[in-house]
């Protein structure tokens, strides 16, 4: 594997369903991000780790919980979804260059909530 | 509130005509300027980080450029896989805080 990786690619749940979504970067980054993309919207960003320690959260509502168990490893915990909440989800990851980062991404899920 | 408009929303070019996308923003401190590339279904695609104001990067038929207020991505003599939505984002402040633009649609017809 190369890159970043993101499993499932496309996920369906119900609002009541709790599931996770799994990304893992093998370019020996020590920052990683969850980013939402929504139709007709920008990417947003949604959390920040760096060094596996939260850095940012912007404002993301609490149905939406992250994990970064390692640097490698990031998780999105999914429960009692929005219709909403239906988007692309996509996983970054960079390197901390002296305060300047380049963001590589994976493919995406593709989430929609039923 | 930093923000990151594009234009044109959506572009149209023939193989072989020239063109450029425009990014404007209003960051408190920019830290870094980005370009990325995102075909249908799939993540973004990094091209180019800008720094300063004056710098320059190129990638075979794309060149970027930055001044304090915009950044322009130039395309010369496009083909048609050059076709794809291409996404400016800027880096504010002291932390990893990530603005995106909404992103110009391009298609190049052969």
């Known amino acids: 594997e190369t890159g970043v990786t993101q499993t499932p690619r496309h996920l369906v749940m119900g609002m009541t369903n709790k599931k996770s979504l799994k990304c893992e970067q093998h370019?020996?980054?020590?920052?990683m991000y969850w980013y939402k993309q929504s139709a007709k919207k920008p990417l947003e960003l949604m959390f920040v780790y760096s060094l596996e320690e939260r850095v940012e959260n912007n404002s993301v509502p609490s149905r939406f919980s992250p994990e970064c168990p390692n640097s490698s490893h990031l998780f999105l915990h999914l429960h009692t979804l929005q219709p909403e909440d239906s988007a692309l989800y996509l996983c970054?990851?960079?390197?901390?260059?002296?305060?300047?980062?380049?963001?590589?991404f994976g493919p995406g899920t593709r989430l929609t909530v039923t | 509130e930093d923000q990151v408009t594009q234009s044109p929303e959506a572009l149209r070019l023939q193989e072989g005509e020239s063109s450029s996308l425009n990014c404007s923003y209003t960051v408190s401190g920019l830290r870094g300027l980005f370009w990325y590339r995102q075909d249908p279904g799939k993540g973004p695609e990094f091209l180019f980080t800008?720094?300063?104001a004056g710098e320059e990067k190129e990638k075979e038929r794309l060149k970027a450029t930055l001044t304090k207020k915009e950044s322009f991505l130039h395309i010369t003599a496009p083909k048609p896989e050059d076709s794809a939505t291409y996404l400016c984002a800027v880096q504010a402040g002291g932390g990893q805080n990530f603005v995106f633009g909404p992103g110009t649609r391009l298609s190049v017809l052969p």
């Open positions: 970054a990851s960079s390197q901390d260059r002296g305060g300047r980062y380049e963001q590589y």
């Open positions: 370019l020996g980054h020590n920052a």
């Open positions: 800008l720094y300063s």
